[in-house]
């Protein structure tokens, strides 16, 4: 207590100076003039006593430094000398300080950025109560396509779940969920929305209440016929109703029909799939599936009881998943002697990313980490190469009595001094970072979503886990505590070397030497640094190398159609007011009514566009031939088609033909298949003629085929083509469409007239996703596109900053041996010789480091295997080409100290 | 043996910072408010010969003191109409004060018995 009001006070004192001198001032003459007045009495002349008076006082100067060191915090103002100290040098040598931060700055901004994006989608808790209870409950069943015995999470169908609520005794509470998107309509435009379909205790477990009105009761999401209400989203409660608290009880036209508004969810709440902005009960939108034991498409959430650990809970439901299946045998892939389904609970923590995007955020920290690493290399090596240049003032220092520590201090503040700068320079980088990322990227989770590696399960739920971790990206606590923590690294590393190597000189040595540059030990302490900086600089180089070219193999890659000039868009008629017939002559009604505006050549419409995943499968049988091998049946992706969907997207006819006006509802089905499917049902005859039946489309008696055409990737650029069946729109009707249009002009233009089109047909239909196929490639690509660029502009500093850090070494060997290069000049040797010698001390660094980059990259290159594509990641034409780019540079930066050293004049060397 | 405080400061500067200033607590405690010259005057006339303190480094001392709390001091008239810094004892000086003296007789009662110990008491 007492040591603490002293520093406390101390510290004060520290700040203001002046007052306590004034007083101790005071405080003496007081004394003297009474000790004056005292000796004066016993008899003194008056000169006598006040001379007494002051021998006896003692050193005034010397109590008024005590009293000065015990008044203020000494340490703390030799800090702040230190500190006034190293700024003069950074305004005497403002280019050397503009670049020490610039570089810091630039390797803080980009790591902190980077841990801003890891810590919002893979740390930090989910932004619901007591999340840590809250889990996801998937059933579990076999997966026919990826072989016998191999289980695969799946979704809920309503029956299943009643069945699981009454058998489960974990939870507290649970709820199904599914995601979707609906048109509304009514007070406003015509839009698409995406809307959770939910039970009653959804909102609940999630901790969320409504802002105003209620949630769904029991009734209104279990039981069938409850009378149609919905709940808001904030943004959508403030865009269509202006935020009006008197929305309760207005109708929404959802789907065409139409909906009470019972309560709106608080702003910031989008559901776990991340992007809903309705929320509606099952029971009303879907009465149908309370019945239906095999229509899988619900998520269940639930509260973990806060008695029983997440293991107890896995056990428990796995338990409950044997008795759903005992209840409802039948399923997907089910075979007597099959595996039984069970089910599986999930922590909310550990679905909310895929595998692969956990390896593809990974990858890019760790190349992010390697840039801070070479830049604080970098920065150490600049900071070694100044206190070298300062050995003679230093030296002088220590001679007339300063101590090692003090000096060891001077390049701590040194170097804290231009950390912190550039922490707070990188911070303001970071947060620019975010706020462009945000403004630029359509979703902040385009990165996190984009169609990813073929044949890597998914984690159900992961997409919207991931979107609510995107929306979460910000700078906060943790976020700043991760920068002092990299600052502190970097202060160490930009400071420890310079700081040893100068307090431990011996000054007497320096001065008689009065060598102005490096002794051998700093010099190769330097050349040592530089080998890690090429090290680094290598596994970022090939690391970008594999993944400009994956960039380059995936954007030659024929996706199987002409993109050019085709506009895309998606139409879906609901289907309250549109009956298959309707809907039908809808479709040719909108063909015909584009057909007829100038400058399109041809329209096409389809269920599902190239690369944009998510297409519907289904099972495939042959009614005419002999059962097949193999275990359970094959799985095709099937697509309606019009006549001039093939054309308008430029897949090519490979036999046979395609469909006609002609194959409509009443005549003999037929369907088209494409290559895949051919080589995969009918390896060594033509397809043309055989009969197939499909699970979907009313297409189970067998239809036709008349056709082979050329494979489409419609999953990803990066999956391989998958058999595919097409199926002629006009004999099985499907609600949702896209259109395609391929016009001679530019199809950006298109959108306005074909809105006006539509608008003709039906005011109220919603139209969505209008984009360029040309668009939706480049999305489709852009998470390798991003990574490529990423990870070279990071080679690309990180090659920079490893030719100055080789120059600068070389630059300073050079000129430290010039005396000696005389020497060898004087005694004949020519300027080639001394060239070589130079580039081979230069090129013995870059191999060390080569080598060993490469070795570290072999290792390493293995972590990133999920973001290439075509290339393997021991790819030797990239090892080799960054060995010779590497190579280069290296000794391009060597070449003109090298150039230096051999224009040396001998007796300009020898003279001085 | 007189004791300079000043040759020892560099040596031994806490040991004599501590025994000046429970001189200086003690001082207080018998004379109430005091200004440093009162201080140094009767901590020279009762130590006699024996110390011969430079005044001047009792003002560290006073210093230390007042930052730890144990003593006060305000601005008053002295003898000779100047104006000097009167120091006075605070509740957490005579504490200290207390305490510290009970320590030193309890040192210096131990000492003893330690001197007064002759070779064949032990046997």
């Not at chain 1, 403002?94 to 700055?105: D, E, I, Q």
């Not at chain 1, 095709?636 to 194959?663: E, M």
Request: glycine share 10%; net charge positive.
């Amino acid at each position: 207590m007492k040591a603490l009001r002293r520093f406390l006070l101390r510290f004060a004192g520290s700040i203001t100076r002046h007052g306590g001198e004034v007083r101790l001032k005071e405080e003496i003459d007081a004394h003297l003039a009474l000790q004056t007045a005292e000796n004066i009495r016993v008899g003194m002349a008056p000169e006598e006593a006040r001379r007494q008076a002051v021998l006896k006082f003692g050193a005034i100067q010397v109590v008024k430094e005590d009293y000065r060191d015990g008044r203020s915090l000494p340490a703390f103002e030799h800090l702040f000398q230190d500190i006034r100290y190293a700024l003069r040098g950074f305004r005497k040598n403002p280019g050397f300080a503009f670049a020490a931060v610039l570089t810091l700055a630039l390797g803080i901004g980009a790591n902190t950025a980077m841990f801003a994006v890891v810590h919002a989608v893979l740390l930090k808790p989910l932004p619901f109560s007591e999340a840590d209870r809250l889990m996801l409950v998937h059933l579990l069943g076999p997966d026919p396509d990826a072989g016998p015995g191999v289980m695969r999470e799946r979704t809920w169908s309503y029956p299943k779940y009643r069945t699981f609520l009454d058998v489960q005794t974990a939870f507290d509470s649970t709820a199904l969920f599914s995601s979707r998107e609906l048109s509304i309509a009514g007070d406003g435009n015509a839009e698409r929305v995406r809307a959770e379909v939910i039970t009653d205790r959804y909102p609940g477990i999630l901790g969320i209440t409504p802002i105003v009105g209620r949630g769904f009761t029991g009734q209104e999401s279990h039981l069938p016929g409850a009378s149609p209400v919905v709940l808001l989203g904030h943004a959508l409660w403030t865009r269509r109703f202006g935020a009006d608290p008197a929305v309760l009880g207005r109708e929404l036209q959802i789907n065409a029909r139409s909906y009470a508004v019972i309560g709106v969810l608080p702003a910031g709440f989008r559901g776990l799939s991340g992007d809903a902005e309705l929320w509606i009960p099952l029971s009303v939108i879907s009465p149908a599936q309370l019945g239906e034991e095999y229509s899988h498409n619900g998520y269940v959430i639930a509260r973990r009881k806060p008695e029983i650990s997440e293991q107890a809970a896995v056990a428990a439901v796995h338990v409950a998943g044997t008795y759903v299946h005992l209840a409802h045998p039948r399923g997907d892939g089910f075979s007597a002697n099959g595996p039984a389904w069970t089910a599986q609970g999930v922590s909310l923590s550990a679905s909310r990313v895929d595998v692969d995007i956990k390896q593809v955020s990974f990858a890019l920290s760790g190349a992010v980490g390697l840039l801070f690493l070479i830049t604080c290399v970098n920065l150490t090596n600049l900071h070694f190469a100044k206190a070298l240049g300062r050995k003679k003032e230093i030296a002088i220092r220590m001679a007339i009595g300063s101590n090692r520590w003090r000096v060891a201090r001077h390049f701590l503040i040194e170097g804290a001094l231009v950390s912190v700068i550039g922490a707070f320079a990188g911070l303001a980088l970071a947060v620019g970072l975010l706020e462009a990322g945000s403004i630029l990227l359509p979703r902040p989770d385009v990165l996190f979503q984009a169609p990813l590696a073929p044949g890597v399960p998914r984690l159900l739920g992961a997409a919207g886990l991931t979107r609510i971790g995107a929306a979460m990206i910000e700078v906060d606590g943790i976020v700043l505590l991760f920068v002092c923590a990299i600052t502190a690294f970097a202060i160490f590393a930009v400071s420890v070397g310079p700081a040893l190597h100068a307090s431990s000189m011996h000054p007497i040595e320096v001065i008689k030497k009065a060598v102005s540059c490096g002794t051998g030990h700093a010099v190769r302490m330097r050349a040592v640094l530089v080998t890690c900086q090429i090290v680094l600089a290598t596994v970022l180089l090939i690391g970008a190398g594999l993944l400009l070219k994956s960039a380059a193999r995936l954007h030659a890659t024929f996706i199987g159609v002409d993109a050019g000039g085709v506009l895309t868009m998606r139409v879906s008629l609901p289907g309250r007011s549109y009956s298959s017939e309707r809907g039908t002559a809808f479709y040719a009604q909108l063909v015909q009514r584009v057909m007829s505006l100038p400058g399109i050549e041809s329209v096409g419409l389809g269920s599902c566009a190239p690369v944009s995943g998510g297409c519907s499968a289904t099972g495939i049988w042959f009614p005419k031939e002999a059962p097949r091998e193999g275990s359970g049946k094959a799985i095709v992706g099937v697509h309606w088609t019009t006549p001039d969907y093939f054309a308008t997207l430029g897949v090519r006819l490979l036999r046979g033909r395609l469909f006609s006006a002609l194959d409509r509802a009443g005549q003999p089905k037929v369907v088209v298949v494409n290559e895949a499917a051919a080589r995969a049902f009918w390896p060594n005859e033509s397809p043309v003629g055989k009969v197939v039946a499909l699970g979907q489309g009313d297409f189970h008696d067998g239809a036709e085929v008349v056709g082979v055409v050329a494979n489409v990737r419609y999953h990803a650029i990066e999956a391989e083509p998958v058999p595919d069946v097409y199926l002629p729109l006009a004999q099985s009707y499907v609600p949702g469409m896209q259109v395609f249009v391929r016009t001679r002009n530019q199809p950006e233009n298109l959108e306005r007239v074909i809105r006006r089109e539509m608008r003709v047909l039906d005011p109220h239909l919603p139209i969505s996703d209008v984009r360029t196929m040309e668009q939706s490639f480049g999305e489709a690509m852009w998470r390798t596109r991003v990574a490529a660029w990423l990870f070279s502009t990071f080679a690309a500093l990180a090659l920079l900053l490893t030719a100055v850090g080789i120059f600068g070494v070389m630059a300073q060997t050079v000129s430290q041996q010039t005396p000696e290069i005389g020497v060898r000049m004087a005694l004949g040797a020519q300027r080639r010789d001394i060239l070589a010698r130079v580039l081979w001390r230069g090129l013995l660094i870059a191999t060390a480091g080569l080598g060993a980059g490469a070795v570290a990259a072999l290792a390493l290159s293995r972590l990133m295997t999920i973001l290439l594509y075509g290339v393997e990641p021991t790819d030797p034409l990239t090892f080799a080409l960054v060995v010779v780019v590497m190579g280069i540079v290296a000794l391009a930066a060597c070449y003109v100290p090298a150039r230096r050293a051999a224009r040396v004049d001998p007796l300009v060397a020898l003279r001085y | 043996m007189p004791i300079s405080l000043l040759e020892t400061h560099m040596a031994k500067k806490d040991v004599h910072q501590g025994t000046l200033a429970l001189m200086v607590l003690k001082t207080l405690d018998v004379l109430g408010t005091l200004h440093g010259y009162g201080i140094a005057r009767r901590i020279e006339q009762i130590s006699g010969d024996l110390l011969t303190v430079n005044q001047g480094t009792l003002y560290p001392v006073l210093l230390k003191l007042e930052q730890e709390g144990a003593i006060g001091s305000e601005w008053g008239t002295s003898e000779n109409n100047r104006r000097a810094r009167f120091y006075s004892l605070t509740r957490a000086g005579r504490k200290q004060l207390h305490a510290e003296t009970k320590d030193w007789e309890q040192t210096t009662a131990l000492i003893e018995r330690f001197f007064a110990l002759k070779a064949e008491d032990l046997k």
